[in-house]
């Protein structure tokens, strides 16, 4: 990972004010970026050996109102692992497909952004459908199935498939 120049001031400022303090509250959005966010300031602060032995918490609100504020700060929690495992995926997944089809994008549509995730998977299964329907050899057939009784009253059913240009 590398850290921009603006946001390694930040990182360094949240160092130095965590020296002075008895722990570290992480408070970034409540959703999958926002929880890698908050790992992702976490393991910058442990590389610069700022934390020691200070405790880490992090809360989580959706409204910037004082019960909302209040309730979290009641609630704190660790990092929850499996929405940054969640992140880390969808990071994987940009660089698989998003990254590679934006370009494309770009250049057959100017002005156009980036080609999301939900995108790109779709034009991907149209492609794919394309490609078979592109592959697809018309051959014609026949099902014929019958009825058939034989001359003391018993019935059997006959079935015949026939394909063009084939011998039966």
């Known amino acids: 990972w590398a850290v921009d120049s603006a946001s390694a001031k930040r990182l360094t400022d949240i160092?130095?004010?965590?020296?002075?303090?008895?722990?570290?509250?992480?408070?970034?959005?409540?959703?999958?970026?926002?929880e890698a966010i908050s790992w992702h300031v976490l393991e910058v602060l442990k590389q610069k050996r700022a934390l020691k032995d200070k405790k880490v918490s992090r809360v989580v609100f959706n409204?910037?109102?004082?019960?909302s504020i209040l309730e979290a700060m009641a609630n704190p929690r660790q990092i929850d692992a499996p929405l940054v495992d969640a992140y880390l995926a969808r990071r994987a997944l940009d660089y698989l497909v998003g990254f590679t089809l934006s370009p494309v994008l770009w250049r057959k549509l100017p002005g156009?952004?980036?080609?999301?995730?939900?995108?790109?998977?779709?034009l991907r299964l149209v492609c794919e459908r394309e490609a078979?329907?592109?592959?697809?050899?018309?051959?014609?057939?026949?099902?014929?199935?019958?009825?058939?009784?034989?001359?003391?009253?018993e019935t059997f059913e006959a079935r015949l498939t026939a394909y063009e240009g084939r011998k039966l």
């Open 132 to 153: 078979e329907i592109e592959r697809f050899v018309r051959e014609e057939y026949w099902n014929i199935a019958a009825i058939l009784g034989t001359p003391r009253n």
């Open 15 to 34: 160092a130095r004010a965590v020296k002075e303090a008895d722990g570290l509250i992480l408070a970034t959005d409540p959703d999958r970026e926002g």
């Open 63 to 67: 409204a910037i109102t004082k019960n």
């Open 112 to 122: 156009a952004r980036s080609a999301g995730r939900v995108q790109s998977v779709a």
